[in-house]
């Protein structure tokens, strides 16, 4: 019981906060974006139930396809920079995103490719992290860093739907 209380009040260090905010920013990016392309397909790109089926399917393919492969490389090279290589494949997927929407030239073939991009970022980036913590927390700390890890993904899960959704709908699909 006591090793249980200690190790919550463990201080984690400064490199640590920022992964665990940069986690929590990815894992809330990526899934708003999952919840916000099947709504923008729909109302943007007059999407049926087929449409946004293969949409989703190729959203979460990487995952599947990807998580291994991508978790041998985060082994073998510097797991920072797959972080901030996968974050920046992501931001230039959604950039596409958006310009393709700007100039009308958003298709659904082209939403689901860049969908399946930005997820491959997204598999990248979170086959790394976690991986992070043994090399920026003391031993002690691997419950409370991991925790805080978990935390922000569960936070992400459940907010990141609903902010995708509240987005499109103050937004509007077309933006």
Do not use: K
């Not at 997927?93 to 939403?111: F, N, Y």
């Not at 860093?145 to 992400?156: G, M």
């Amino acid at each position: 019981m006591h090793a249980t209380s200690s190790s919550s009040r463990v201080r984690l260090p400064a490199a640590f906060q920022r992964l665990a905010w940069s986690n929590l920013v990815a894992q809330s990016a990526e899934q708003i974006s999952l919840a916000a392309a099947p709504l923008v397909a729909v109302f943007a790109l007059g999407a049926d139930a087929r449409g946004t089926g293969l949409l989703q399917t190729a959203q979460t393919l990487p995952f599947l396809l990807l998580s291994i492969p991508l978790g041998v490389w985060a082994d073998r090279r510097s797991r920072r920079t797959l972080m901030a290589l996968a974050e920046s494949v992501r931001v230039v997927a959604m950039l596409c995103v958006l310009m393709l929407l700007i100039t009308h030239a958003l298709s659904l073939p082209l939403l689901a490719a860049l969908g399946f991009v930005a997820a491959t970022g997204t598999v990248a980036y979170n086959v790394a992290a976690p991986s992070l913590v043994p090399s920026i927390v003391s031993r002690e700390a691997y419950a409370s860093a991991n925790a805080r890890l978990e935390l922000a993904r569960s936070v992400a899960y459940s907010a990141g739907p609903a902010l995708g959704g509240l987005l499109v709908g103050w937004i509007g699909a077309g933006w």
